[in-house]
């Protein structure tokens, strides 16, 4: 009969959570040093460490790139970061280790500190939801999706979470890498066009790449450029590159035909809601006369910034962006 870690689940989160003293710290990484010696130590079958590490592998994903404040990641915390991050890994691997010598009624992750400071975009509807991130990327988000980020700023990377089928456009920045989390697989861009499907009852994780260069990383590290695509099967945790051109849905046209960007002497606040429908954004005017003009434009094949570039010019305005919020400022036009 095998003997259960003796830790507490208590102090397991909090050291988590970033709550712990440092003679909290120094007592975990003690009894981690502890352990030692591995599968052989803790007498596990093989199957048993391949459930293990699937169920470790999903709770580092949890509790490292989701369990930190945004507002605590820079200057100094950032410093404690780099310090702390095999510790706080360690820290995630040993939860999984009382998750799995536990009774299995016991499940703790559930109780764990709600990540508060994550922005989620769950698409309940029937229509692809189209999102604008804070950096200008958007993201094209499947019924039955969900998409979450922390804010983008604060941090020197671009990481996204997806569950269910989006398709990006990321928004070129050389200095912050894009990421995206699908389970097992991580997608890394610096700015290009691809598709990733990733729904639990496939069983599988597909990326389609149409613009620019695409790295993925699980069971092996492979790369993808235009019109290639990958399939890697979680249970066997095999991952397939087909080097023949794929047919990759154009996502961008079914949401042409959900939002009409054709417009004939249409009311400003109009053009304005449209655009707030479309790509999920809040966009302030900050001069009232801005409301009278009109526009009469065909904007269906321009980018999100083109088209406030077009909308803006008309009228003689400007705008700029703070998130996912859209400032338009200008002299506005004279009421009729």
Request: glycine share 6%; with cysteine; proline share 4%.
């Amino acid at each position: 009969m095998r003997n259960k870690p003796e830790l507490s689940p208590d102090l397991l989160k909090r050291f988590l959570a970033c709550q712990c003293s440092a003679e909290e710290e120094e007592a975990i990484a003690r009894w981690y040093r502890s352990l030692g010696g591995g599968r052989k130590a803790l007498q596990l079958s093989k199957e048993e460490e391949n459930t293990l590490k699937q169920k470790l592998w999903s709770a580092i994903r949890l509790g490292i790139y989701g369990s930190f404040p945004p507002e605590k990641q820079t200057g100094k915390f950032r410093r404690y970061l780099r310090v702390f991050f095999w510790p706080a890994a360690a820290a995630a691997c040993m939860l999984l280790l009382y998750l799995f010598f536990a009774p299995s009624g016991t499940d703790i992750l559930k109780t764990l500190p709600p990540q508060d400071n994550r922005i989620v975009f769950n698409n309940t509807g029937d229509n692809i939801l189209c999102i604008a991130l804070p950096d200008a990327s958007l993201v094209w988000l499947r019924p039955a999706g969900t998409l979450s980020y922390i804010d983008f700023g604060r941090q020197d990377r671009r990481e996204v979470t997806l569950q269910g089928e989006a398709y990006f456009e990321v928004h070129s920045d050389p200095g912050k890498p894009f990421i995206v989390y699908t389970g097992e697989v991580v997608t890394r861009v610096l700015g290009t066009k691809f598709n990733i499907k990733a729904y639990d009852q496939d069983h599988t994780v597909e990326v389609e790449v149409t613009e620019g260069k695409v790295a993925l990383s699980a069971s092996q590290d492979l790369q993808l450029a235009a019109n290639q695509k990958a399939v890697y099967n979680i249970s066997e945790r095999t991952m397939v590159k087909l080097d023949v051109p794929v047919s990759v849905p154009h996502i961008t046209a079914e949401i042409a035909e959900e939002a009409r960007f054709e417009f004939n002497d249409a009311p400003f606040t109009e053009v304005m809601d449209l655009l707030e429908k479309t790509y999920q954004l809040d966009i302030q005017l900050e001069n009232d006369a801005l409301s009278n003009c009109t526009l009469t434009a065909s904007l269906n094949d321009e980018t999100l910034d083109m088209k406030l570039r077009l909308i803006c010019r008309s009228i003689g305005a400007g705008y700029r962006r703070e998130e996912n919020k859209i400032f338009i400022s200008g002299d506005g036009c004279t009421a009729l």
